[in-house]
Nanobody, 127 residues
Framework: QLQFVESGGGLVQPGGSLRLSCAVS????????IGWFRQVPQKEREVLFC????????VYADSVKGRFTVSRDNDKNTAYLQMNSLEPEDTAVYYC????????????????????WGQGTQVTVSA
């Protein structure tokens, strides 16, 4: 059964850190490009990061570059989003997704290109 299960969200103070996990079953994540997204009500889903398993290319959105880091553990079939220096503006529901893509050197695919999605996890940054 194909499942993307996100975890690690919660309430954190400004300046704090969280690590989100995206545990996958039903496919080998190492063969797929990963995307991390977030969404707040009344706004479009925002891409934060994408990569390609084929050529290793990676792209971070300017809004998170230098603060967020994505990693993978192929043995655990899990992707991670390490978020540091969190700001109230980072409050959103965060999603992971996967797609088979050759490269992201030209930029991240539109969210609609991703085939598989997690259920989302809420991150709230507040004092």
């Amino acid at each position: 059964q194909l499942q993307f299960v996100e975890s690690g969200g919660g309430l954190v103070q400004p300046g704090g850190s969280l690590r989100l996990s995206c545990a996958v079953s039903g496919l080998r994540l190492e063969h797929y490009g990963i995307g991390w997204f977030r969404q707040v009500p009344q706004k479009e889903r925002e891409v934060l990061f994408c990569d390609s398993a084929s050529d290793g290319s990676r792209v971070y959105a300017d809004s998170v570059k230098g603060r967020f880091t994505v990693s993978r553990d192929n043995d655990k079939n899990t992707a991670y989003l390490q978020m540091n220096s969190l700001e109230p503006e980072d409050t959103a529901v965060y999603y992971c997704a996967a797609v088979q893509i050759f490269t992201v050197l030209g930029g991240c695919p539109h969210p609609s290109a991703y085939n598989y999605w997690g259920q989302g996890t809420q991150v709230t940054v507040s004092a």
